[in-house]
T-cell receptor, first 110, second 113 residues
Framework: SQQGEEDPQALSIQEGENATMNCSYK?????LQWYRQNSGRGLVHLIL?????REKHSGRLRVTLDTSKKSSSLLITASRAADTASYFC??????????FGKGTRLSVIA | SAVISQKPSRDICQRGTSLTIQCQVD?????MFWYRQQPGQSLTLIAT?????????ESGFVIDKFPISRPNLTFSTLTVSNMSPEDSSIYLC??????????FGSGTQLSVL
């Protein structure tokens, strides 16, 4: 299985600090995506990075991809209480459906 | 982007009964996906629903347990049949955009007693 593995499983930080989450996977991919889930509801797409890209930014989010190490990281800068959620990476290989990792639960304390 | 209305948002059901979950999309889409998320776990794909053909089920999921309908390009239902407590999960429908991003419904939180 190429399921991604997020690290850490849970992360607790103070408001204003940066949060970094990591994702490792096992096979070659077309792209890697990050999603956020609030309180067990529907997931929201955050950012997509393609296999030929190394870094992407979107607002306070920064994603890196290292295909040689089969890993990605999501950095949330200047975190806010509203960033409290679970974050999932998902990998896309060929024409197969997206495969989701186990997620990181982020708690931002005001 | 796509907006997906999913209902019910939650339900508590007795074992042995069935529950049908509905998803309505605000645009026509070729494929709709149904996921299960067991408590504290990741998302697992149940099946892919195409309009006009039978759904394609992933390993470990069967049509008798999770029948799916796809009567048109904007609507799909998933039924969880003959429920047991092990079926307690969040069920999510989703569609894919042209640039490979998934859009999700708000989820159905199912508890089976």
């Amino acid at each position: 299985s190429q399921q991604g593995e997020e690290d850490p499983q849970a992360l607790s930080i103070q408001e204003g600090e940066n949060a970094t989450m990591n994702c490792s996977y096992k096979t070659s991919i077309n792209n890697l995506q990050w999603y956020r889930q609030n309180s067990g509801r529907g997931l929201v797409h955050l950012i997509l990075i393609r296999s030929n890209e190394r870094e992407k930014h979107s607002g306070r989010l920064r994603v890196t991809l290292d295909t040689s190490k089969k890993s990605s990281s999501l950095l949330i800068t200047a975190s806010r209480a509203a960033d409290t959620a679970s974050y999932f990476c998902a990998t896309k290989e060929g024409n197969t459906p997206l495969v989701f990792g186990k997620g990181t639960r982020l708690s931002v304390i005001a | 982007s796509a907006v997906i209305s999913q209902k019910p948002s939650r339900d508590i059901c007795q074992r042995g009964t069935s529950l049908t979950i509905q998803c309505q999309v605000d645009s026509q889409v070729t494929m709709m996906f149904w996921y299960r998320q067991q408590p504290g776990q990741s998302l697992t794909l149940i099946a892919t629903a195409n309009q006009g053909s039978e759904a394609t089920y992933e390993s470990g999921f069967v049509i008798d347990k999770f029948p799916i309908s796809r009567p048109n390009l904007t609507f799909s239902t998933l039924t969880v049949s003959n429920m047991s407590p092990e079926d307690s999960s969040i069920y999510l429908c989703s569609v894919v955009s042209g640039d490979e991003k998934l859009f999700f419904g708000s989820g159905t939180q199912l508890s089976v007693l």
